[in-house]
């Protein structure tokens, strides 16, 4: 079994900063792909930045390019998200998932999926 764990959400005010983790237990999950999405009440789940096997490379969707940054550490099995210059329209549910192999920006491409995690953005 692989899960998926997600922890740094909270209530902050537009401009603040935020760093959301994602630790892998289970199976080790070192070299999987790992990608954040996020989703508002009423709304589609909606990708916010992938980051493949070796954290080498990245993907990043146009609405949190130069604010956010996604990294990895392999050796703890964790993800995070770096969440610079919050607007209110960052509120939403944040998921981490994981896949075998895949590393793009659809949902139904990963399997493993987080609890999700709680980010609120006030003016």
């Known amino acids: 079994q692989v899960q998926l764990v997600e922890s740094g959400g909270g209530l902050v005010q537009a401009g603040d900063s935020l760093r959301l983790s994602c630790a892998a237990s289970?199976?080790?999950?070192?070299?999987?792909?790992m990608a954040w999405f996020r989703q508002a009440p009423g709304k589609e789940r909606e990708f916010v930045a992938a980051i493949n096997w070796s954290g080498s490379n990245t993907i990043y969707s146009d609405s949190v390019k130069g604010r956010f940054t996604i990294s990895r550490d392999n050796a703890k099995n964790t993800v995070f998200l770096q969440m610079n210059s919050l607007k209110l329209e960052d509120t939403a549910v944040f998921y981490c998932?994981?896949?075998?192999?895949?590393?793009?920006?659809?949902?139904?491409?990963?399997?493993?999926w987080g609890q999700g995690t709680q980010v609120t953005v006030s003016a």
């Open positions: 998932a994981a896949d075998l192999s895949y590393y793009g920006t659809a949902p139904v491409g990963y399997a493993y």
């Open positions: 289970g199976r080790t999950y070192s070299r999987y792909p």
